[in-house]
């Protein structure tokens, strides 16, 4: 059988976590080669087999794959520890920073050393850029804000700001919180709900801005193919809802109850900063540059998201 002609090789960092393999399967299924950076060179194979060029790096440097990144069309840069993965100790914290700062500090000297530069630099980021803000709307014009997150997320995106300078059009993504089966957010709270105990986390009148899996890969690509996109978006629903109201959502499609609410004091003692920081603090983000670019969404609203996800 004749191969189809390619769409352009995009290298992607940190293609084995919960969106890297979403995004591994939607471009590879259209058209595009795809080459995965890892530091799990057998971890990475026994995901991605032979539909993928597997290349071992440091992460911190270009060593290993400065050829793959001179005949790319584009990086998608989604590497970093696991925020949400535990109790922030300061270890864990300089990790989260390091992460993030040294990967994209690898993708801006890849693309400087590149004897042909990369069309896009594909730069994820998170809503945490905004800090807690309570009841505030906010769109991709909002100032960061103040913590260990927002610092984090700010370094995070200013590690590939250099590729601009280049000449290499960049995209920013400030993710949500992602809902999906198989990893992200949702997860947490499924196990609870099956047990007719699951309820809000805090107050509940915090904002939760979450996207579907699907839309949040389709907005990847839609940056990703759009040559006139450029700068920040953010990627959630355009549907506003708190904490509380996901949770009676989420109640009313797994037809349990959800009046069993985890109060913030145990969730503070339980993790503590990364508690206040990230279960409890208060977003109200919009998808505004998203919606201006034309990007429409599949599932906009929360109950037919999450009957979707969990009918799969």
């Known amino acids: 059988m004749e191969r189809k002609m390619s ?19 939607e471009l590879a299924e259209n058209g595009y080669d795809i080459a995965v950076l890892t530091r799990d060179r057998e971890k990475a194979r026994a995901q991605f087999g032979d539909r993928a060029i597997i290349a071992e790096w440091d992460g911190k440097t270009s060593r290993g794959w400065l050829e793959l990144a001179s005949r790319s069309s584009a990086i998608i840069n989604l590497a970093g ?53 309570d009841d505030e709307p906010l769109d991709e014009s909002a100032p960061p804000g103040e ?24 995209v920013v993504i400030r993710s949500g919180l992602v809902l999906g089966k198989d990893g992200g957010t949702l997860p947490r709270f499924l196990k609870a709900f099956r047990f007719s105990v699951g309820g809000q986390l805090g107050s509940g009148k915090q904002w939760f801005p979450w996207i579907h899996w699907k839309d949040e890969i389709a907005a990847i690509r839609f940056l990703l193919e759009r040559e006139d996109a450029s700068g920040v978006f953010n990627l959630v629903s355009p549907e506003s809802l708190t904490m509380k109201e996901f949770a009676v959502a989420l109640g009313r499609v797994l037809k349990r109850p959800s009046g069993f609410p985890v109060p913030a004091f145990l ?34 609203e929360i109950e037919s998201a999450l009957r979707d996800i969990l009918a799969a």
């Open 7 to 25: 769409r352009g090789l995009v290298i992607i960092s940190g293609a084995t976590g919960f969106i890297g393999r979403a995004l591994f399967r």
């Open 147 to 170: 913590g260990f997150l927002a610092e984090t997320v700010r370094r995070w995106e200013l590690s590939t700001q250099e590729t601009e300078a280049i000449g290499v059009r960049r």
């Open 81 to 133: 520890e696991n925020i949400g993965a535990g109790r922030w100790t300061e270890q864990r914290k300089q990790r989260i920073v390091q992460s993030r700062v040294d990967a994209g500090k690898a993708v801006t000297e890849a693309v400087e050393k590149a004897t042909a530069k990369p069309k896009a630099i594909i730069q994820a980021s998170a809503v945490g850029y905004y800090g807690p803000k």
């Open 267 to 300: 969730l503070r003692l339980l993790f503590g900063e990364m508690a206040e920081e990230t279960i409890l603090s208060s977003q109200r983000v919009l998808p505004a540059a998203l919606i201006k670019a034309g990007f429409k969404f599949q599932y906009p």
